[in-house]
């Protein structure tokens, strides 16, 4: 099916008789007639259901959409899009591991590799979005297990030039995560141009109305685990606290490593979305590839005006031919790429906040990419744990101003822009 039509009927297919809408299954547990059926579940040796706190038939058929949007083998939902990125990792990595991941990245996504991570015996080096493949090359250790990146970076808008990371990642025999929440599938498959796993904080376009918080995990179904067997022992050798089981023999490529995430990490850390939350996701999918091109024409035209502002030091969107990215940004989105747009003020930090104060339609919200124009600045919220020096490392100046344009009428937008920089 084409994209568009796998948005809105991928992932469910009703029987005859069946409810046309996914269902709610808010049940804790599910019921069995014999103790070796369930006893079978508990094996992996049947599909089914026991337990929500693992898997929900909701939310498999919410992730099994996701999967299809991005071409992938196999996909598990979870409760935040961080819980999304820890799972990610954690699934691959473990004390004594080590993570290449790129520098301008969500504050959030920082924050957790750089100092939770670290504490749990993972270590981390950054690296540049624009290094070359032999400075990428030079980060990598012998314990490297991941490489991680933004498909298009939270807030600095940086593009992530996959095809040159997943290159480097191979060569390495580690894969390539990347997390794709501001394109979104609509806008970039990032499992086309090379990555092995794909991440989304779901609570942002893919729900695209402050509903529900949520996260996704796609795996490509492409790294050959096996054929790195010492790197990723949890994959390549018996699990003890699944009777033995190795995931990669038992369900190879294309189903090992969302096996292992649901029936190890989920079984024991429990971040699981929430069957509801699937639900307004779900409707959110629908109109996903009605909603992203109008993001994108309303950042594309607000891009535009800011740039041309006397006030205005600097704008970052790659939709605009000015831009470091726009090429990168033609070739794997074809566009901009979303509605955020990150701008500088002239002034800096009270400027910024001048300017948000100031505006009438547009809110002032940690939230983003949502149906409703909001704005903040990153260096007091989302990135305040953040040092001066890794902020600029991560491209987000302290008066820098991310603003998410919603699917209101670019010219209302544009005109409240204008009267708030009237000062």
Not at 19 to 31: E, L
Not at 390 to 412: F, M
Request: proline share 5%; aromatic share 8%; with cysteine.
């Amino acid at each position: 099916m084409n994209i568009n039509t796998t948005c809105v009927q991928g992932g469910y297919t009703p029987g005859n008789g069946e409810p046309r809408q996914v269902p709610i299954i808010q049940s804790t547990t599910f019921k069995y007639a014999t103790s070796e059926a369930m006893g079978q579940l508990f094996d992996l040796e049947a599909s089914g259901y026991f337990y929500t706190r693992l898997q929900n038939p909701t939310n498999d058929h919410v992730a099994a959409k996701i999967a299809a949007l991005e071409g992938g083998t196999a996909a598990m939902l979870t409760s935040s899009g961080q819980a999304a990125s820890f799972y990610a990792l954690f699934n691959i990595c473990e004390a004594g591991s080590h993570i290449v991941a790129s520098s301008s990245i969500y504050g959030g996504t920082f924050n957790l590799i750089d100092v939770t991570m670290r504490k749990m015996g993972i270590s981390a080096t950054f690296v540049s979005p624009d290094a070359t493949e032999e400075e990428l090359s030079a980060a990598f250790q012998p314990n490297t297990r991941a490489m991680f990146g933004e498909t298009l970076a939270n807030p600095a808008l940086t593009v992530l030039d996959i095809e040159k990371f997943a290159r480097v990642a191979h060569k390495h025999g580690v894969p390539l995560i990347v997390d794709n929440t501001f394109p979104t599938p609509v806008g970039c498959r990032p499992i086309e141009w090379g990555a092995d796993i794909v991440t989304h904080s779901t609570t942002k376009y893919m729900d695209g109305h402050g509903a529900a918080v949520g996260g996704a995990i796609v795996d490509s179904g492409r790294f050959d685990w096996m054929a790195h067997a010492d790197k990723y022992p949890g994959l390549c050798t018996p699990d003890e606290s699944y009777h033995g089981i190795t995931y990669a023999e038992r369900f190879g490529k294309e189903g090992a490593y969302i096996t292992k995430a649901t029936a190890q990490l989920m079984r024991d850390l429990g971040s699981i979305q929430a069957p509801q939350n699937a639900f307004y996701l779900n409707l959110g999918l629908e109109s996903l590839h009605v909603r992203m091109p109008r993001h994108v024409e309303n950042g594309q035209a607000v891009a535009e005006f800011l740039e041309q502002h006397p006030l205005v030091e600097s704008v970052s969107y790659p939709g605009l031919p000015s831009n470091k990215y726009y090429a990168l940004a033609q070739k794997y989105f074809g566009h901009g790429g979303c509605g955020v747009v990150s701008f500088v003020l002239k002034g800096g930090r009270q400027a910024a906040e001048t300017f948000m104060k100031r505006l009438l339609l547009a809110a002032i919200e940690t939230h983003v990419a949502d149906a409703r124009t909001c704005c903040l600045n990153p260096a007091t919220s989302t990135h305040r744990q953040m040092t001066d020096e890794q902020l600029q490392a991560a491209g987000i100046p302290a008066g820098l101003v991310r603003l998410s344009c919603g699917l209101e009428d670019k010219g209302d937008l544009i005109a409240d822009l204008q009267q708030a920089l009237e000062f």
